[in-house]
């Protein structure tokens, strides 16, 4: 049962930070830290919780609402910014997810596969789905509403998850439901353009 729960936790922590990278890895480092439901003692995953990993996961998170908020933040996501934070998404999934792994003494290996793969869910199916709504609000709208949508939902999928693991589960099920949905939009979006022509 351990075992079905650290990957219910990695799963959940990998699928937040491919929502939002920083925030979530925080959080769940913060509760490791603390040794709430979740901890990285003893293994070579340890960093996660120390206090200069939180210090750089807060510069990022600082970094990266900054960056959004500003008078640039369409020349930031034109010049590849977002590519970046999708590269550090994924590595903070394959990071916690094996830490997860790791935790329990089980092989880690398959918590990177596992790790990068569920992040990858999140930032497919967050990134279309922010983008839609970005395209129905005017700038200042988007600048202060994206991000408490965004990183709220990280937050409290990857809060949530570390103390009740199988919500990582359901977190990751809801996202692949709303990555397929947009898929059908986008194909049905296409299809009406076809039949103009």
Not at 100 to 116: E, M, Q, T
Not at 123 to 140: T, V, W
Request: aromatic share 10%; with cysteine.
């Amino acid at each position: 049962m351990h075992l079905v729960f650290d990957i219910f936790q990695g799963i959940g922590i990998a699928v937040a930070v491919g929502i939002r990278p920083f925030l979530p890895g925080l959080v769940a480092g913060a509760l490791a830290a603390g040794d709430v439901e979740i901890h990285f003692n003893g293994t070579s995953y340890s960093f996660l919780q120390s206090s200069w990993f939180l210090l750089v996961l807060v510069a990022g998170t600082a970094l990266l609402v900054t960056l959004e908020r500003s008078a640039f933040a369409e020349q930031v996501r034109a010049k590849g910014w977002n590519y970046g934070v999708m590269l550090v998404s994924l590595l903070l999934g394959g990071m916690f997810f094996a830490g997860s792994l790791a935790r329990g003494h089980y092989a880690a290996w398959p918590g990177w596969v596992g790790g990068v793969l569920c992040a990858a869910v999140g930032i497919a199916a967050s990134r279309p789905f922010l983008a839609r709504l970005r395209s129905r609000l005017d700038f200042s709208a988007a600048a202060v509403g994206l991000p408490v949508i965004s990183d709220g939902s990280a937050l409290l999928i990857g809060l949530l998850s570390v103390v009740a693991p199988p919500i990582g589960l359901i977190a990751l099920v809801g996202l692949l439901w709303l990555l397929l949905r947009g898929r059908q939009r986008g194909e049905q979006k296409y299809a009406g353009l076809r039949i103009l022509r």
